[in-house]
């Protein structure tokens, strides 16, 4: 029987940030959130998470997991932490896993084969642990007669201890009965002044208690966040990672130095992304694409296979087969835009749809529009779908078959219907019928220009 608990109350003083430690994003996810993704595979009765710093914004995120939430008010360190979640595992006599919330590399794989590990070796406390070449920062393990006797922060530790390669990862398991009479021994005389989990090792070796460690296979995964440096190894590692798993998969990444693509992206083969592309999360992406350079694309997003997107920029959108984006298009959220379309260079689209063989080719706005297939849309289209007056925002219907002449501006809610055209340079109020031209500019005159010769 496990249950595991997240410790995710401490501040993060070392980012200097108003968003809490835990809540700092990678690739548009929540550290707390890797950490928990994390822990999906593991075969738990509950995950309970300890909140504190901003608790409330903390526990808002939560709201979409299922997770026990306990709040630890004042943050007096690791095992002050597991002290305020102590009540909650009272009668169970089963193993707790207790699990740094700031750990984001830390893979299901890894806590899985650690826990089977802790339970084959009868363990009463198993520890996760790393060699590191630099383990400056990190709990060292100090071992007597090669068994673990305790763990010393690095603050605390003398300078023969610092030279100790093996730290400690921050991931416990803890038979629960025998090792929770120890956490009401812990005290807080130490450089931070705090009760440390790392502590209970100690305690742990003097009762007589069974301790064993797990060894990370890829020291990497140890990184735990506490600056901003660390944040930025993380993205680095978690891109890494992501980027070698596409090639693996079939996708050609031109400069993996310059691309960024979140790790749950789905992108199929003999695409090809080139340079300057950053990729948010949930897109997915079919074959035989062309990516960037300069792609900027943030999910929710779906692209079909044979498109392009070149130098622009999509957010929550889709997109579908055989469809050539930019130079230079923005298109925002909500957009729906179909098969074989082309929005070209300059073209804004805002929660529009584009049907089938639609084409926007240079310097639009299309915003609330719902144009269907096979329209032309000439250079310099605008929807003028806001009004100033009342702040409102009207729809605008193009029919299939019909075109807008280059710089046409229809003011919203209006209709062009089947085949109809509008003639360009109009400023169109009214709707335009089925096969008909709305034309609504004045008239070019012809005049002599004043003191020029017959
Ligand atoms: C901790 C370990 C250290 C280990 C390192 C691995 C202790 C005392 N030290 O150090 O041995 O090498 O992690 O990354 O545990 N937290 C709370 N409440 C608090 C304090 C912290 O919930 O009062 C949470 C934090 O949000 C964080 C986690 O506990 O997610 C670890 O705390 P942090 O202060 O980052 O510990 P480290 O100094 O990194
Ligand atoms: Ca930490």
């Known amino acids: 029987m496990l249950k595991t608990l997240v410790l995710a109350a401490g501040r993060g003083t070392r980012l200097k940030s108003n968003t809490t430690k835990v809540l700092h994003k990678v690739f548009d996810k929540p550290i707390l959130s890797w950490v928990l993704?994390?822990?999906?595979?593991?075969?738990?009765?509950?995950?309970?998470?300890?909140?504190?710093?901003?608790?409330?914004?903390?526990?808002?995120?939560?709201?979409?997991?299922?997770?026990?939430?306990?709040?630890?008010?004042?943050?007096?360190?690791?095992?002050?932490?597991?002290?305020?979640?102590?009540?909650?595992?009272?009668?169970?006599?089963?193993?707790?896993?207790?699990?740094n919330g700031d750990s984001p590399l830390i893979r299901s794989e890894t806590l899985s084969e650690m826990y089977s590990y802790h339970k084959q070796a009868e363990s009463n406390m198993t520890l996760l642990t790393s060699f590191l070449d630099k383990p400056g920062g990190y709990g060292r393990i100090v071992r007597r007669n090669n068994s673990i006797i305790g763990i010393k922060e690095h603050k605390d530790c003398s300078e023969a201890e610092k030279t100790i390669r093996e730290v400690n990862v921050g991931v416990y398991c803890f038979e629960w009965q025998l090792l929770k009479e120890g956490l009401s021994k812990l005290k807080s005389n130490n450089a931070q002044e705090e009760f440390y989990l790392t502590d209970l090792?100690?305690?742990?070796?003097?009762?007589?208690?069974?301790?064993?460690?797990?060894?990370?296979?890829?020291?990497?995964?140890?990184?735990?966040?506490?600056?901003?440096?660390?944040?930025?190894?993380v993205y680095k590692l978690k891109n890494k990672h992501s980027l070698e798993q596409l090639m693996d998969n079939g996708v050609t990444i031109i400069d993996p130095d310059s691309t960024w693509i979140s790790p749950d992206a789905d992108i199929g083969p003999d695409t090809v992304i080139y340079p300057g592309?950053?990729?948010?999360?949930?897109?997915?992406?079919?074959?035989?694409?062309?990516?960037?350079?300069?792609?900027?694309?943030?999910?929710?997003?779906?692209?079909?296979?044979?498109?392009?997107?070149?130098?622009?920029?999509?957010?929550?959108?889709?997109?579908?087969?055989?469809?050539?984006?930019?130079?230079?298009?923005?298109?925002?959220?909500?957009?729906?835009?179909?098969?074989?379309?082309?929005?070209?260079?300059y073209v804004e689209v805002k929660n529009s749809n584009l049907g089938d063989g639609t084409a926007a080719a240079h310097l639009s706005y299309l915003g609330d529009a719902d144009i269907k297939s096979n329209v032309n849309v000439g250079a310099g289209t605008i929807t003028a779908n806001f009004n100033s007056f009342t702040g409102e925002k009207s729809e605008t219907v193009i029919c299939s078959g019909a075109s807008t002449g280059a710089n046409s501006v229809l003011i919203a809610p209006i209709t062009v219907n089947e085949s109809a055209s509008v003639a360009a340079g109009s400023v169109v109020t009214k709707d335009v019928p089925e096969n008909m031209l709305g034309i609504a500019r004045p008239r070019q005159e012809i005049k002599r220009l004043p003191g020029a010769k017959v």
């Open 37 to 99: 993704d994390g822990l999906a595979d593991l075969d738990q009765e509950e995950i309970v998470v300890v909140c504190g710093h901003h608790s409330e914004e903390v526990k808002d995120f939560l709201h979409a997991y299922p997770v026990t939430t306990v709040d630890q008010e004042i943050q007096m360190g690791t095992g002050h932490a597991v002290m305020c979640a102590a009540h909650l595992f009272e009668e169970f006599e089963g193993t707790v896993m207790v699990v």
């Open 201 to 233: 090792v100690e305690w742990a070796y003097c009762q007589g208690l069974n301790i064993n460690n797990y060894i990370l296979n890829d020291p990497r995964e140890a990184l735990g966040v506490n600056n901003r440096k660390d944040l930025a190894l």
């Open 277 to 345: 592309t950053f990729i948010q999360r949930r897109v997915s992406i079919g074959s035989n694409c062309v990516i960037g350079p300069n792609a900027v694309i943030h999910g929710p997003v779906e692209i079909g296979s044979n498109s392009s997107v070149v130098q622009s920029h999509i957010s929550r959108s889709s997109i579908g087969d055989h469809c050539n984006i930019g130079p230079y298009a923005h298109i925002r959220d909500g957009s729906d835009i179909r098969t074989g379309v082309r929005v070209g260079c």
